[in-house]
T-cell receptor
Framework: GAVVSQHPSRVICKSGTSVKIECRSL??????MFWYRQFPKKSLMLMAT?????????EQGVEKDKFLINHASLTLSTLTVTSAHPEDSSFYIC???????????FGPGTRLTVT | GENVEQHPSTLSVQEGDSAVIKCTYS??????FPWYKQELGKGPQLIID?????GEKKDQRIAVTLNKTAKHFSLHITETQPEDSAVYFC?????????????FGQGTTLQVKP
């Protein structure tokens, strides 16, 4: 199969601090990784697309200085939420392509709560 | 840009019945259409997909049909089981995106009553 992991699965942080979420493709090399945000009972909202070794492409309305994305290798991408505020509380999900030409495989998600 | 509309938003069926979820897309150049199942608190799981050169694809109880002329595609689940209960998302991949970017529908909450 195509397995994508995320760490941590849940994180609680205080307002003003930063939190890093890791996304790893475990059994394939990910040519592209995507970061999504999902609000309760809503669809997935694409935040950014990243390729290994290059800068991420952010969707309109997503602050790149707020949501820092690093794609350090073909199996690892990280999302850092800087100076988190309660409104950043959400379910963050990553996905990766590379197992096949089109298929996008998702991680299990990270529940972020900012107090 | 691409826009994907999904209906219905909720669907309740009796165990053993069939369930159908429909999606329409706006970009005629889109060429890849996956379906995902998302259980509560988990990430979406790819359950079936179809490419624009195929009209229908089946995998056991799940099938997807694509009508390129009408720009719509549908998910069919037969002999539904309680474990099929989840949120289902359709998506489309615009040809203009060379990164495999997906545009998602709004989701359908399927409830299968035992």
């Amino acid at each position: 199969g195509a397995v994508v992991s995320q760490h941590p699965s849940r994180v609680i942080c205080k307002s003003g601090t930063s939190v890093k979420i890791e996304c790893r493709s475990l059994d394939f090399q990910a040519t592209t990784m995507f970061w999504y945000r999902q609000f309760p009972k809503k669809s997935l909202m694409l935040m950014a697309t990243s390729n290994e070794g290059s800068k991420a492409t952010y969707e309109q309305g997503v602050e790149k200085d707020k949501f820092l994305i690093n794609h350090a290798s073909l199996t690892l991408s990280t999302l850092t939420v800087t100076s988190a505020h309660p409104e950043d509380s959400s379910f963050y999900i990553c996905s990766a392509t590379g197992k096949g030409p089109y298929e996008q495989y998702f991680g299990p998600g990270t529940r972020l709560t900012v107090t | 840009g691409e826009n994907v509309e999904q209906h219905p938003s909720t669907l309740s069926v009796q165990e053993g019945d069939s369930a159908v979820i429909k999606c329409t897309y706006s970009d005629s150049a889109s060429n890849y259409f996956p379906w995902y199942k998302q259980e509560l608190g988990k990430g979406p799981q790819l359950i079936i997909d179809i490419r624009s050169n195929v009209g229908e694809k089946k995998d056991q109880r799940i099938a997807v049909t694509l009508n390129k002329t009408a720009k719509h595609f549908s998910l069919h689940i037969t002999e539904t089981q309680p474990e099929d209960s989840a949120v289902y998302f359709c998506a489309a991949s615009p040809l203009s995106s060379n990164t495999g970017k997906l545009i998602f529908g709004q989701g359908t909450t399927l409830q299968v009553k035992p």
